[in-house]
């Protein structure tokens, strides 16, 4: 199965002022892009502090919401829409595979891309870099030592000055 991880960020790398804030700060292409990318997916995989931040479960796509206590959001959760669950980046990718899933979107946060990136289960990274600078705030990837290589696929604006790079992960 294919994961293409997924994020909009700052000029300067940042994808959050801080933990709790929502991406709603991206231009409209990219929450264009990003509705259109998810749903051709028809999977999405985040943490628990991203679908905090958002508040709710994306229509139309799985959401697959990453915890280390996901019996406690049990009573939240609806059929093909929104799952909780536990596991290794593999075992989350694997999981999916047998699901019927032939490739997903991985959403973020900063730490949930880290550890993912670490195992070495994504295949592509989708990166909207945005008309902006925020000088303080989360990379893109956070909490984990990472040394990847990665090969240009595809670049283009795709409005709101805004633009998109496709990048494959060299493993
Ligand atoms: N600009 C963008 O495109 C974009 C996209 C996405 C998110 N964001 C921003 O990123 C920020 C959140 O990032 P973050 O780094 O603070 O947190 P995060 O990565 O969203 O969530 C971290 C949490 O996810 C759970 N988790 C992750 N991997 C897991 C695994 N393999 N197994 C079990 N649980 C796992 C754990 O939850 P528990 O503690 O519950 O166990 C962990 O504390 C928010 O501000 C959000 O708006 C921005």
Redesign the pocket.
């Known amino acids: 199965m294919k994961l293409i991880l997924m994020?909009?960020?700052t000029l300067d790398g940042i994808?959050?002022k801080?933990?709790?804030?929502?991406?709603d700060w991206?231009t409209k292409a990219d929450k264009k892009a990003f509705i259109a990318e998810t749903k051709k997916h028809g999977a999405i995989v985040?943490?628990?502090?991203?679908y905090e931040?958002i508040g709710r479960p994306l229509p139309g796509r799985l959401n697959l919401i990453?915890?280390?206590?996901p019996e406690t959001f049990k009573d939240k959760e609806q059929p093909e829409l929104l799952e909780f669950k536990?596991?290794?980046?593999r075992e989350?990718v694997d999981y999916l595979a047998g699901r019927g899933f032939a490739s997903a979107i991985l959403?973020?946060?900063?730490?949930?891309?880290a550890?993912f990136l670490k195992a070495g289960v994504v295949d592509e990274i989708l990166i909207t870099v945005e008309p902006k600078l925020f000088g303080l705030g989360?990379n893109f990837t956070?909490g984990e030592e990472l040394d990847l290589n990665l090969e240009l696929l595809e670049s283009k604006e795709i409005g709101d000055n805004a633009v998109q790079l496709r990048y494959k992960v060299i493993k």
């Open positions: 994020m909009a960020m994808i959050a801080n933990s709790n804030q929502n991406a991206t985040m943490g628990q502090t991203t931040a990453l915890s280390l206590e536990k596991g290794s980046p989350i959403g973020g946060g900063a730490r949930t891309n550890m989360l956070e």
